[in-house]
């Protein structure tokens, strides 16, 4: 049974303090040169294979003492006691009473007792099926996804990563913006008769989505596009109401899956229709592969598991308070992006599971571009600047292009970049002086798949659930982009009306200055 309530909070934990003491004494100072030179074995004990992906760990600020208090502090704080609840169908998302389960959307038939990995299956056999008439189906070159967050992020993220798997002959266009300058710019460009969009949204209530929808369906028929059904689908938790707004194709999923964790469910239909039934069964069975390493790996060699800890003693004890992604794989750019929803939507708490207030820091913020063109950018700052960011390299062995040098410069700067940051120069001061020291985690896949890609994401999913586990909070709901949504609604109206009527004086006064600048349109 998951016990929510006597789940061991890590500050609560006797490891909790010895991590404390033992950064003070050797957690600080940690110099990654000395560690080199001192550890003749530090490369293969900081290194993790796990199913499709490699880790070289070896260049973080962390010992093997401070790993080995961190897997104490997993243990006390049942950390596998956790996930098997979560794997076992239980409701770990205790504040919407919802068991998590994409790691089920996932599952190959036959291999889970869950009762619902039947109609998982349906859908699934559906919507690829749906998948491959569209791709066969040559008057559709254009597939417009509406949707935001979750119904968006994880699906414009992989078919751009598996660019090089996409069927020639169609374009894909990502539209979430609430921003008609989005739209706008796309309608411009496509026909009715030769465009399916799919309307991708859990609750179908979200409102830069439905605001996207309508115009998207007023524009179609303002053009004389007919047939809504063949030219619309919804992607939705909320069958009844893609009806209700007039669209027949729907493609379903539950409420179990997380708007951050449902690329791998209907949501990720405009990734199967990019590279086909074989490619999205090949990524669903790269993170399946994952899902059975987190749940049966043992703690100290279960990549997930790692990662999630030393997020945890960089947070905690180093007090770092971001973390950079740096993809060397141009396909990889919106990376970042995802990663960033993922990690700071599902940890950015500041309460734990049971509402009571945090003394200790959870989410660290994301950021990133791929490389090379970060080091021309903001690598300067990661060298030399006064704070210390953990830089995550993706390195990819094998180029799926066949321009001569470009790959070997890529992998030179990559492999150059972690060096630098850790080495450093000089130990004089001045500007030419760089302090290394600087750690940096290396992945490295033999080649961007979907079966790789799909392993390095569900990778990170269990990495984001092993360090909120630890915290205490509740991974799962997102309670803080709520506010925002309500008083948007009320101010809305007030653009049309002008009543300032109790707001704020600074939300009032801009209210004001926007008006003056004259009428909106529609
Ligand atoms: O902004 C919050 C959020 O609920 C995300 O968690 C979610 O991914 C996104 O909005 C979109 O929600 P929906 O899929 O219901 O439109």
């Not at 180029?399 to 030179?412: I, K, V």
């Not at 799962?476 to 009543?499: H, M, N, T, Y």
Request: proline share 4%; hydrophobic share 45%; glycine share 10%.
């Amino acid at each position: 049974m998951s016990n929510e309530i006597s789940r061991l909070r890590c500050d609560r934990a006797p490891a909790w303090d010895a991590l404390r003491t033992h950064y003070s004494v050797a957690g600080s100072g940690f110099d990654l040169r000395e560690a080199f030179r001192r550890g003749a074995t530090r490369v293969e004990a900081f290194s993790q294979d796990a199913p499709h992906v490699f880790a070289d760990l070896s260049k973080n600020l962390i010992d093997a003492q401070a790993e080995s208090l961190l897997l104490e502090l997993a243990r006390e704080c049942d950390l596998t006691g956790h996930r098997d609840a979560m794997f076992a169908g239980e409701a770990v998302n205790n504040t919407e009473k919802r068991a998590v389960k994409h790691w089920l959307l996932r599952t190959p038939k036959g291999g889970s007792a869950d009762p619902d990995l039947g109609q998982v299956h349906a859908t699934l056999d559906a919507m690829l099926a749906y998948a491959e008439a569209v791709r066969a189906n040559a008057a559709i070159t254009d597939i417009v996804n509406i949707g935001i967050g979750g119904s968006d992020l994880g699906p414009q993220m992989a078919v751009a990563a598996l660019d090089g798997f996409v069927l020639p002959g169609k374009r894909f266009h990502f539209v979430s913006n609430v921003d008609g300058h989005e739209l706008a710019a796309l309608l411009a460009k496509v026909k009715p008769e030769s465009t399916l969009f799919l309307i991708a949204s859990k609750t179908f209530t979200t409102i830069e989505t439905m605001t996207n929808a309508r115009s998207a369906k007023a524009w179609f028929e303002a053009q004389g596009g007919r047939d809504i059904g063949a030219h619309f689908a919804a992607l939705t938790t909320n069958v009844a109401a893609a009806r209700e707004f007039g669209i027949a194709t729907t493609f379903g999923f539950w409420d179990w899956v997380g708007g951050r964790y449902s690329m791998w469910s209907a949501i990720g239909l405009p990734i199967a229709i990019a590279i086909g039934e074989k490619g999205f069964r090949d990524l669903l069975s790269g993170a399946h592969d994952m899902d059975r390493h987190f749940a049966t790996a043992p703690l100290e060699s279960n990549l997930p598991v790692r990662l999630g800890l030393l997020d945890i003693w960089y947070r905690n004890f180093h007090g770092f308070t971001s973390r950079s992604i740096a993809p060397y794989h141009s396909a990889l750019r919106r990376l970042p992006a995802f990663l960033q929803q993922l990690e700071m939507e599902s940890n950015g708490k500041r309460v734990d599971a049971q509402g009571r207030p945090l003394a200790f820091a959870t989410s660290p913020v994301l950021w990133g571009e791929p490389g090379t063109n970060g080091q021309h950018a903001y690598f300067q700052m990661l060298h030399q600047g006064t704070d210390v960011v953990p830089v995550e390299f993706i390195a990819v062995k094998r180029a799926s292009h066949d321009l001569p040098g470009h790959h070997e410069q890529l992998l030179a700067n990559v492999l150059a970049q972690a060096q630098a940051l850790m080495q450093g120069q000089g130990d004089a001061g001045g500007h030419r002086n760089f302090p290394g020291n600087r750690p940096s985690t290396f992945f490295l896949l033999e080649a961007l798949t979907p079966t790789s890609l799909g392993a390095m994401l569900a990778l990170n999913e269990h990495r984001v659930f092993v360090s909120g586990s630890l915290w205490g909070i509740n991974s799962f709901d997102q309670w803080g982009v709520e506010l925002g949504k309500v008083l948007a609604k009320d101010i809305a109206p007030r653009l049309a009306s002008g009543d300032v009527e109790g707001l704020d004086a600074s939300t009032a006064g801009l209210l004001r200055r926007i008006i003056r600048a004259g009428p909106f349109p529609g």
